[in-house]
C-alpha cells in the first residue's frame, strides 16, 4: 500500500480504490539480470515495481543494445502495450534484485467495472504520458549503488572504497557495505535510507560478489598503476552474469599519492569495454570527488574557444571559477583556447599558465607579410614541444573531452 501511496500513478486515488487495486496484485520477486517483459510478447500485465530497479531496452537491427529509462520503486511499465492490447514494445529487466507488483488483464478489467470513472482516468493519464515517451518519475528518490570489483589484492582497494564513499558522502547520505555488514543492513531499506550504496567485494568470484553486482547499477573495476592490465578471471565471471550489459562499467586505476603524471591509461582501455579509466592519487581527495561526480552525472565541462591573444580572458574565466568553488572536471578547447586547456588539464596553476602562454607568444616576428600564418610551423611545433614535451594528452589526471586542436 505505501509504494502504492507514492505512486505518481495510483497515488491519488481514495483509499478505498487503493485497498482494492493493492487485492488484485501479484506479488514477485526477480533476481537481478533476469529478463521480465521481452520485446514482441503480448502484452497481457503491467508492473509496479515495490522495490529493486528495472531497466527498458531494445536491441538495434546490429544487435547492440539501446538503453531506454530506469524504473524505480512506486513506478509503473507495460501499462499502454496491455490497455491497447498491444504487444511489448522493448525488453524490462531487473538491474537489482527486485520486487514487482503484476497486474493481469482480467483483474484490470474486473477492477475497470467497478471504478470505471477513477480508473479511466488514472490509466488515460498514464498511456499519454507513455506515448509521449515523458519518463513517469517518483518525486523521492532512490539510491544509486555501485560495487567495486578489484582486479588485483592491494591494500590501496580498501581506502579507495572508504575514499569514494566519502566522496560521495558530499552530496548525500553514502552507505558502504561489505559481506562482514551486510546481515546488517536490509537491502530494500538501504535504498531508501541513503543516496549512495557502495558495495565493497574482494574481487573473488564468491557469492558476496555476484550478489552485490545483482544491486548495483554501476560497476566500479579497480586496479594499481603496475598491474597486469589483461582481462581478469572475475571480470569474465561477471560478464557472463544475467543483466551484465544494462550495467554502466568504468576502471579506477589507484597511484601513490606522490605521482607526477598517471600510468599507461590506454593499455587498460584497449582490453575492456569501460566508460572511461579514471586515474586517482592516494589521499588526493580532489581526484576522488572529480570520480563521483563522473558516476553521478554531475560531472563539469569546460570548452575554451579561440581568437589568439583574446584567449587570455580564458585564465580570467578559470579564475572565476575557481573562487566560485566550481570545479572543471573535463576540458577542450580550438587555437588559443587549445593551449590554455592543455595546460590546465594538465595541473599548472593559473600564474605558470600565463607565463608560459607569454612566452610562447613573444619574440620570433617574421618581417615579412604572413600570408599563411603568423608563426611557422617549424617554430609552433618546437615550441609546442618546449612546452608539452611528449606528454600524451590522454595521460593526465584531469581528462580532455575533445581533441585539443591548436
Known amino acids: 500500500m505505501a509504494v502504492l501511496r507514492a505512486s505518481l ?66 513506478e509503473t511499465v507495460g501499462e499502454a502495450g496491455m490497455i491497447l492490447q498491444q504487444r511489448r514494445f522493448a525488453d524490462v529487466t531487473a538491474l537489482r534484485d527486485s520486487t514487482i507488483a503484476v497486474l493481469h488483464r482480467l483483474p484490470f478489467e474486473q477492477l475497470l467495472m467497478r471504478h470505471p470513472v477513477a480508473l479511466n482516468k488514472v ?33 590501496l582497494n580498501t581506502e579507495f572504497a572508504h575514499s569514494l564513499t566519502q566522496a560521495l558522502a558530499n552530496s548525500g547520505k553514502a552507505q558502504l557495505v561489505n559481506a562482514a555488514t551486510s546481515e546488517n543492513f536490509p537491502f530494500d531499506d538501504l ?59 568504468h576502471l579506477a586505476l589507484l597511484h601513490p599519492a606522490n605521482t607526477v603524471l598517471p600510468g599507461d591509461l ?34 563539469v565541462g569546460v570548452v575554451l574557444g579561440g581568437g589568439g591573444a583574446r584567449g587570455f580572458a580564458h585564465l580570467g574565466i578559470l579564475r572565476a571559477l575557481e573562487q566560485s568553488n566550481i570545479p572543471v572536471d573535463i576540458i577542450g578547447g580550438n587555437s588559443m583556447g587549445a593551449l590554455i586547456g592543455a595546460q590546465y588539464a594538465k ?33 609552433l611545433e618546437r615550441d609546442l614541444r618546449k612546452m608539452f614535451g611528449e606528454q600524451d594528452i590522454e595521460q593526465l589526471w584531469n581528462p580532455t573531452s575533445l581533441p585539443l586542436a591548436i
Request: glycine fraction near 8%.
Open 9 to 74: 500513478v495510483f497515488g491519488a486515488l481514495d483509499p478505498d480504490l487503493l485497498s482494492d487495486l493493492a487485492d488484485s496484485l501479484e506479488i514477485e520477486t526477480v533476481e537481478g539480470g533476469n529478463t521480465i517483459l521481452s520485446e514482441g510478447d503480448t502484452a497481457e500485465s503491467m508492473l509496479i515495481v515495490v522495490s529493486g530497479r528495472l531497466r527498458v531496452s531494445r536491441k538495434n537491427p546490429d544487435g547492440s543494445l539501446r538503453l531506454y529509462n530506469e524504473v524505480s520503486p512506486g
Open 347 to 379: 595541473g599548472l596553476g593559473l600564474e605558470e599558465i600565463r607565463d608560459q602562454t607569454m612566452a610562447f607568444a613573444l619574440g620570433g616576428e617574421r618581417p615579412t607579410l604572413p600570408v599563411i600564418s603568423l608563426l611557422s610551423g617549424r617554430r
Open 266 to 299: 590506454a593499455s587498460w582501455r584497449t582490453e575492456r569495454e569501460v566508460e572511461r579509466v579514471y586515474p586517482l592519487r592516494a589521499g588526493h581527495d580532489n581526484d576522488f570527488a572529480r570520480l563521483a561526480r563522473f558516476l553521478t552525472g554531475q560531472a
Open 123 to 155: 490509466f488515460a493519464q498514464a498511456v499519454y504520458h507513455q506515448l509521449r515517451h515523458t519518463p513517469q518519475r517518483t518525486e523521492h528518490g532512490h539510491a544509486h549503488a555501485f560495487v567495486i570489483v578489484p582486479l588485483h589484492p592491494s591494500p
Open 191 to 249: 535504498d531508501t535510507a541513503f543516496d549512495f550504496l557502495i558495495y565493497q567485494t574482494d574481487g573473488q568470484d564468491s557469492e558476496w560478489t555476484r550478489r552485490a553486482f545483482r544491486q548495483a547499477d554501476q560497476i566500479i573495476y579497480v586496479a594499481s598503476d603496475g598491474d597486469d592490465a589483461g582481462v581478469c578471471n572475475v571480470e569474465m565471471k561477471l560478464a557472463a552474469e544475467p543483466g551484465f550489459s544494462m550495467k554502466r562499467q
